[in-house]
């Protein structure tokens, strides 16, 4: 008979301090929360479900795919919705299956859970104490002993931009086989340190986190550990378990795990330094860009980035560069719903006057929201809606809602009813807009922009924007965090109180 899986995915990256909340409609993305329509959303994209989804297929076995939830990264889970999604997924369980592969994020906060993929684990677990159960995270998790205890076999993408989600899932799912199969015992080692690192400086593209991942990566891909991964957190989030920290998951017959470990959360607390960021005025950013020659010169506004829980209308980088004068710019999206629906009705080719952007405040980061008066012509309306063809998400569809375009004269400015980060030159093209022809291209992100804009850009420039998002870990206010804690604790910052 053939084996019975059940595959799932409940992702949400939260941030504590943003203001906006995360009810269920806000896991709705695809249009589809589970069954033939949820697999057919995700089947062959480059998504930890979709990797999941392969697996299964390729084992031959029965599946069911009881939820598939994923939001955009923002303020608590609902009590509601976290019980609705994990109650599908437990009840799904208790009917009986040879393995379960979850897709999870490993940052997901409820209103009443710290620890959502913890107690989604501790869940399945009192029903199912002996299924196997391999789970995929992102590199932002944060790590505790309730996932450690609930899951057989963990795996974290090594990139960030994250363009091995689905690799992810399969080196989850390899390990996973061999254990069915009975060729392998797997048990996890993990260990962390008391870093708290800034996500804009701990990509494992650049140091300090390259050498950290490439000691995980040769070890898993020598075949020395089955997986070994390496989280580096995820810091807008006021929780008692955020750390840098490593999982490794090794044969029972081997002590591989725990010098691998050792060894990379050692080199962790060494380059700990590195992992702090030095924030900047931002005029002087948006001065240097306008200096630079030739383009398209990519400005990235990591303040109010949707991929961290940002709100996506901060209007604090535009408003820099209109007044410095930069000019044959696009920018985007800018989150407005009303705006939309204001240049819908005008139509395309009409003159309007908008209040764009700064409608929402953000209390925890003592931010008022701040509209930005514009003047232009309304260039294009889309329904928002276009399939990725870069290389992170591959093959998924972004759902921006309606979406318009206002041209100023000097930057065109793409106005969205939803959020949606800007990693895929998408968000341009299919509103007519090529960001590969224009001196200067705004867009609202920390890292995955790197994905798409990168390999376009002649020169990167780093904005400091106001948000919730920011980089600057001295900007928000930790009341739950575990102290000592590195860099707040100044002991530990001079090397006095290492451990």
Same mark, same amino acid.
């Given at each position: 008979?053939?084996?019975?899986? =059940? ?13 906006? !909340? ?23 994209? @480059? ?17 069911? =795919? !009881? ?37 999870? #994020? ?13 107690? %989604? ?9 002996? =299924? ?7 590199? #932002? ?75 995980? @990566? ?8 089955? @997986? ?12 008692? #378990? ?59 506004? #990591? ?36 705006? =939309? ?70 930057? %065109? ?70 102290? !000592? ?15």
């Amino acid at each position: 008979m053939a084996r019975k899986f =059940v595959v799932a995915m409940m992702m949400h990256e939260t941030n504590t301090f943003s203001p906006l !909340p995360t009810p269920i409609d806000s896991f709705a993305r695809s249009g589809a929360l589970s069954g033939a329509p949820a697999i057919a959303e995700a089947e062959g994209t @480059n998504t930890s479900l979709g990797g999941f989804i392969e697996v299964a297929r390729q084992a031959g076995a029965e599946f069911t =795919v !009881p939820m598939a939830a994923s939001a955009h990264p923002s303020g608590l889970v609902t009590e509601a919705a976290y019980e609705q999604m994990t109650t599908a997924i437990v009840d799904e369980v208790r009917k009986g299956c040879d393995a379960v592969l979850l897709a999870l #994020h490993g940052a997901m906060v409820a209103e009443h859970f710290d620890d959502g993929e913890g107690e %989604l684990l501790n869940r399945i677990r009192r029903i199912a104490p002996d =299924v196997p159960i391999a789970v995929a995270l992102d590199f #932002h998790t944060q790590m505790t002993e309730a996932m450690i205890r609930g899951a057989s076999i963990i795996t974290g993408y090594r990139t960030y931009p994250h363009i091995d989600m689905a690799d992810t899932a399969r080196r989850s799912g390899r390990t996973l086989m061999r254990m069915l199969a009975g060729e392998v015992e797997p048990r996890m080692v993990w260990g962390n340190r008391p870093i708290m690192s800034s996500s804009l400086v701990h990509t494992p593209s650049r140091e300090p986190m390259k050498t950290l991942m490439g000691m995980a @990566n040769q070890a898993e891909d020598s075949g020395q550990v089955l @997986n070994a991964s390496v989280f580096g957190g995820f810091p807008q989030a006021d929780i008692p #378990h955020l750390a840098l920290s490593s999982v490794i998951v090794c044969d029972k017959r081997t002590a591989e795990g725990e010098v691998l470990l050792n060894r990379i959360l050692d080199a962790a607390w060494d380059k700990r330094e590195g992992f702090l960021f030095h924030p900047e005025k931002l005029s002087v950013q948006v001065a240097r860009a306008k200096a630079l020659d030739g383009g398209p010169i990519v400005m990235a506004d #990591h303040g109010d980035n949707t991929a961290s829980g940002g709100t996506q209308d901060v209007m604090s980088v535009v408003e820099e560069a209109l007044a410095q004068g930069l000019e044959d710019a696009c920018a985007g999206p800018i989150c407005d719903p009303a705006c =939309v629906d204001q240049m819908i009705k005008a139509g395309v080719g009409a003159e309007v006057t908008l209040q764009l952007g700064g409608k929402i405040d953000m209390p925890a980061m003592g931010l008022k929201g701040k509209p930005l008066q514009v003047n232009g012509r309304v260039k294009a309306i889309t329904d928002g809606q276009f399939v990725v063809t870069g290389p992170m998400a591959t093959g998924t569809t972004v759902r921006m809602g309606r979406t318009a375009v206002l041209d100023t004269g000097k930057m %065109l400015i793409v106005v969205s009813e939803k959020r949606a980060e800007p990693f895929d030159l998408g968000v341009f093209t299919h509103c007519g807009i090529d960001p590969r022809r224009k001196k200067y291209v705004l867009i609202k992100s920390r890292q995955h922009f790197r994905a798409g804009f990168e390999p376009i850009a002649k020169h990167i420039v780093m904005c400091d924007g106001d948000g919730c998002t920011a980089s600057d870990l001295a900007l928000f206010k930790y009341t739950k965090v575990k102290r !000592p804690l590195y860099p707040f604790d100044l002991d530990m910052r001079l090397g006095r109180n290492e451990a």
